[in-house]
């Protein structure tokens, strides 16, 4: 979400390209972590399915936290 408001205040505002290159390198960057942190749970569960709803939850419960 973050991404794509930013990708189109830079679009509106004709800002230089540089700033979209930045978004998409911090977007790049989260799905790799993303990938790489599902293959580190995969091992620990042996099961790509319980390990994804692993990290949803946690992801869900730090939304909740302070």
Do not use: C
């Not at 042996?46 to 949803?56: T, Y």
Request: charged content about 10%; cysteine-free; proline content about 2%.
């Amino acid at each position: 979400f973050v991404f794509v408001s930013e990708f189109l205040r830079t679009v509106e505002m004709q800002q230089p390209f540089s700033r979209i290159t930045m978004l998409a390198a911090s977007l790049i960057t989260v799905v790799l972590a993303l990938i790489g942190m599902e293959a580190i749970m995969f091992e620990f569960f042996n099961d790509s399915s319980i390990a994804f709803h692993v990290i949803i939850m946690v992801w869900a419960a730090d939304q909740f936290g302070t």
